[in-house]
């Protein structure tokens, strides 16, 4: 253990985690996949971003797959929309043949590109025009999560890129797109798929008869529930679906495979913040249990400071100080004079801190001009007192939220001393074009934050 002045208190710290070589993990031609995973609102599109950029400009051949929403992505990298096809982002060259493409989901679009890569024109027509494959494609859950895995074994599988970062989708639980494979084939493996596929198995109207003698009880239940119309349009979409079924079985495993194989590496993004890190031991633990390969944590908006050897403590007792006028103890009829250890306080945090402190010494007419009845609003000594008081808190507050942060990041330390961690520090402002994103990629190179 190592001693740490941590903002509040100096105390032990736990031995560091080890670091992560994020542009050795970039470089290695080796590695074909990068999954950035975590809870949402961490940084997860920011981070796969600035990896796409960094990896680009060091030689790779990068395509970025986002899934997010917000579309900040497309802002940050100068393109006017993202869609469905990878699309080349100018501005950025790199060496020996670097170039980076991005693209964002469209799940409705890779569903259709499916059923028409995998069914004849005549069915694939019947499938895409049916009212409950229009539902099922635009919004059954886990339809995004299983589309994302369907359009990174379609882009694994073209071979155009030696590279693949992968921003996984907005859902409560960052991990779902483990599990839509599995949870999309139980559906499909399901009773009630069979039931319904019953009829198309049996032929015509022996079909129908089978369906409304033998399994009239479910049928009446089902017409209930999803009125006669949806049922008939689910019945429709399965039978012209049944031969596609084992397809989508096939390439869900195929591609989950492809998740655990050596090339590829998982990125858990996380904030330093309890619920943030919850989630990511969380995420680690799930991957292990998976076999999926982790590379490390990437912790986004670190603070740090640069006067972090003046505690919080220190800085709001000379801040009290200056506020109440450093009145101290003194001789009879020298009442009033500051007190210099203060003001030494007060002038080495000001200076830390981008602020000046205030030549504090004690004016032999003071009161003469008081009695003359000059305003003490104007007295300049007060005015920069004020404004390095309120410096001084403001490096106090900055130095207990530091040390919020390193309790945070021990106790997932203490839980995973072998995951590697990359720091990132936090950015005065959002990131939205490359400039901020290869300002986030050296941070991540780094892998400690400013001041720290």
């Known amino acids: 253990m190592t001693e740490v002045t941590t903002g509040t208190k100096t105390g032990p710290r736990m031995d560091a985690a080890p670091r992560l070589p994020v542009d050795r993990l970039l470089d290695d031609p080796g590695t074909r996949i990068i999954v950035c995973c975590g809870a949402g609102g961490v940084g997860k599109t920011t981070t796969a971003a600035a990896l796409g950029v960094r990896a680009a400009e060091r030689g790779r051949k990068v395509v970025v797959l986002t899934i997010d929403p917000a579309r900040r992505l497309a802002q940050s990298m100068g393109i006017d929309s993202l ?18 493409h991005a693209m964002m989901l469209d799940m409705k679009r890779t569903f259709d590109e499916i059923v028409e890569g995998h069914a004849d024109a005549e069915r694939a027509e019947a499938i895409l025009a049916n009212p409950f494959y229009q539902s099922l494609s635009a919004g059954f859950a886990g339809t995004q999560e299983y589309m994302a895995m369907e359009k990174l074994g379609q882009l694994r599988a073209r071979d155009d890129w030696d590279l693949i970062v992968v921003d996984t989708p907005p859902s409560r639980s960052a991990l779902d797109f483990l599990d839509a494979p599995k949870r999309l084939g139980s559906f499909l493996d ?4 069979r039931v319904l596929m019953a009829p198309a198995k049996v032929g015509g109207r022996a079909g129908m008869k089978f369906l409304n003698v033998g399994m009239s009880l479910m049928t009446g239940t089902l017409s209930k529930l999803m009125g006669a119309s949806l049922l008939k349009d689910v019945q429709t979409f399965v039978a012209a679906m049944d031969t596609m079924f084992g397809g989508f079985r096939t390439r869900a495993d195929a591609t989950f495979r492809l998740l655990q194989a050596p090339g590829t590496a998982f990125l858990v993004v996380a904030a330093p913040e309890p619920d943030a890190l919850r989630e990511a031991a969380y995420f680690v633990e799930r991957l292990a249990a998976e076999n999926m390969p982790l590379a490390g944590l990437v912790l986004n908006r670190v603070h740090g400071s640069g006067a972090d050897q003046l505690s919080a ?10 506020e109440e006028g450093g009145i101290v103890d003194q001789e009879p009829g020298n009442a009033g004079l500051r007190d210099s250890a203060a003001e030494a306080d007060a002038a080495d945090a000001g200076a830390r801190d981008g602020g000046a402190a205030a030549d504090a010494h004690a004016d032999a007419d003071a009161g003469a001009d008081a009695d003359a009845g000059a305003d003490a609003d104007a007295d300049p000594d007060a005015d920069v007192d004020e404004i390095t008081a309120g410096l001084l808190r403001l490096h106090a507050e900055r130095m207990q939220v530091i040390a ?10 203490s839980l995973h001393p072998e995951v590697a961690v990359a720091e990132v520090a936090a950015l005065p402002g959002d990131v939205h074009d490359l400039a901020g994103l290869r300002a986030i990629g ?6 400690v934050p400013a001041g720290a």
């Open 313 to 322: 403590e220190r800085a709001l007792a000379a801040a009290e100080n200056l």
């Open 404 to 413: 919020r942060e390193q309790r945070t990041r021990d106790r997932f330390t």
């Open 190 to 193: 399901g009773k009630f798929i």
């Open 442 to 447: 050296e941070r991540l190179a780094a892998g």
């Open 83 to 100: 869609d469905n096809t990878p699309r080349r982002v100018k501005g950025v060259d790199g060496v020996d043949g670097g170039e980076l």
